[in-house]
T-cell receptor, first 113, second 113 residues
């Protein structure tokens, strides 16, 4: 299994500002995923990030709001731009394992005031 | 399309009670099935998995059997503990759709002494 770390673990931000979340994996992986988990809800996939190509966004998520970088096979960032209180969520990154499972980071708990 | 339907919660049980959390799925291809657990304030942890029909996944006393005939993957544990209190997510990954994950809505379990 992969070991995944995220920074920051939590943050409180003012509306209108941006926050960049980092995701680091202990091994090289092709695909990384970013999810949002709103309070008391299930996970919603934001985008899939492959190294060397543009991220693929799911319906309802756009690059201007959630720009993603994937500079190498062990690291990715997700930026939440021009934040509003509706962006208050847990943001999780994950990677795919060898048997089609996914391994998740501990999450970044974002509160927008 | 692909989807996961999970038993509504919350579920409250006494310690040492028997646990069943129902999960059914629809899939266009050949899914792998998973149960994830999310302890309070943490990310998702893979609890168990099954990659083909009749497979049984098991871990930490939890079990689930991949039933193709009933399209189900119910989670069971014979004797729950207070430390099992968490939110449980059923999920599927379908190789036909590029291994995208589909999550159920989550079932919150509280075990009381």
């Amino acid at each position: 299994s992969a070991v995944i770390s995220q920074k920051p673990s939590r943050d409180i931000c003012q509306r209108g500002t941006s926050l960049t979340i980092q995701c680091q994996v202990d091994s090289q992986v092709t695909m990384m995923f970013w999810y949002r988990q709103q309070p008391g809800q299930s996970l919603t996939l934001i985008a899939t990030a492959n190294q060397g190509s543009e991220a693929t966004y799911e319906s309802g998520f756009v690059i201007d709001k959630f720009p993603i970088s994937r500079p190498n096979l062990t690291f990715s960032t997700l930026t939440v731009s021009n934040m509003s209180p509706e962006d208050s969520s847990i943001y999780l990154c994950s990677v795919q394992g060898s048997a089609y499972e996914q391994y998740f980071g501990p999450g970044t708990r974002l509160t927008v005031t | 399309g692909n989807s996961v339907t999970q038993m509504e919660g919350p579920v409250t049980l006494s310690e040492e009670a028997f646990l069943t959390i129902n999960c059914t799925y629809t899939a266009t291809g050949y899914p792998s099935l998973f149960w994830y657990v999310q302890y309070p304030g943490e990310g998702l942890q893979l609890l168990l998995k099954a990659t083909k029909a009749d497979d049984k996944g098991s871990n930490k006393g939890f079990e689930a059997t991949y039933r193709k005939e009933t399209t189900s993957f119910h989670l069971e544990k014979g004797s729950v503990q207070v430390s099992d209190s968490a939110v449980y997510f059923c999920a599927l990954s379908d190789r036909i759709t590029g291994n995208q994950f589909y999550f159920g809505t989550g079932t919150s379990l509280t075990v009381i002494p």
